[in-house]
């Protein structure tokens, strides 16, 4: 078993002893696979290079926005979309009811 050392939160050492340190760090015992840069809420070592659910599923309405925004000068009021494109743009608004992250998402082919 393997200690960290905390301070604001986050990994600033990884020791295999424990040593005396500022009152303001923790020692806190870890796997061997927690590495220094990780956060730490209290329980829960976290790696910032893991996306949560949450953020993929940010990033995956983030794209899914762009590519709407790039034809919503079609859909104003002045002009009739074609089926093709109001097709393609409802299946970009139901993209997350598929999908949750850019690593697996299927993109509806745009009309021309």
């Known amino acids: ?3 960290a050392l905390i301070l604001n939160n986050k990994v600033v050492d990884v020791a ?8 303001e760090m923790t020692w806190v015992d ?10 730490y809420d209290g329980s829960t070592f976290t790696d910032p290079n893991v996306k ?3 953020e993929l599923l940010d990033e995956l309405r ?5 590519m709407l925004e790039a034809t919503d000068y079609l859909a104003l009021s002045d002009n009739t979309l ?3 494109m109001a097709t ?14 850019l ?4 993109w509806p082919t745009k009309p021309e």
């Open 30 to 39: 870890c796997s061997a696979d927690v590495q220094i840069g990780w956060g």
């Open 16 to 23: 295999n002893v424990q040593f005396e340190v500022a009152p």
């Open 88 to 101: 393609y743009r409802q299946a970009l608004r139901d993209i997350t009811d598929t999908y949750t992250s």
């Open 62 to 66: 983030y794209e899914r926005n762009q």
């Open 82 to 84: 074609t089926v093709e």
């Open 1 to 3: 078993m393997a200690n």
């Open 103 to 106: 690593d697996d998402v299927v």
């Open 52 to 54: 949560t659910s949450e």
